[in-house]
């Protein structure tokens, strides 16, 4: 069964929404992992962190995010590439609450 093929980098920066309608973040950085001679999406960053891995600082800007007072500063989620809706590329949606996404 072949998967459908979308443009990658026109989903970069796209706001996701979870089945509630909160704001989940924008998608920063998209994994990919090889499989039978293909490259297949694992999972998506979103949010502030994923932003940080995307312009490979995770390290430095990881520690000193975690060091500001201003709540949910730097505020990411890992979502598994089942777990987002891409019927609508413009407007991704999660398949689920973002409480139940892994933070990063």
Same mark, same amino acid.
């Given at each position: 069964? #072949?998967?459908?093929?979308?443009?990658?980098?026109?989903? =970069?920066?796209?706001?996701?929404?979870?089945? /509630?309608?909160?704001? /989940?973040?924008?998608?920063?950085?998209?994994? /990919?992992? @090889?499989?039978? !001679? *293909?490259?297949?999406? #694992? *999972?998506? =960053?979103? !949010? &502030?962190?994923? +932003?940080?891995?995307?312009? $490979?600082? +995770? @390290?430095?800007?990881?520690?000193?995010? &975690?060091? =500001? @007072? +201003?709540?949910?500063?730097?505020?990411?989620?890992?979502?598994? +590439?089942?777990?987002?809706?891409? $019927? *609508?590329? $413009? $407007? @991704?949606?999660?398949?689920?609450?973002?409480?139940? =996404?892994? &933070?990063?």
């Amino acid at each position: 069964m #072949s998967m459908p093929e979308i443009q990658l980098e026109l989903l =970069l920066n796209k706001r996701v929404r979870d089945t /509630a309608g909160k704001p /989940a973040g924008r998608i920063e950085e998209i994994r /990919a992992e @090889p499989e039978d !001679g *293909e490259w297949v999406v #694992s *999972e998506y =960053l979103v !949010g &502030r962190y994923g +932003w940080c891995e995307r312009m $490979a600082v +995770w @390290p430095l800007i990881r520690s000193l995010l &975690r060091r =500001l @007072p +201003w709540p949910d500063v730097g505020v990411g989620f890992r979502i598994p +590439w089942n777990q987002l809706d891409l $019927a *609508e590329p $413009a $407007a @991704p949606r999660l398949r689920c609450l973002r409480e139940e =996404l892994p &933070r990063l």
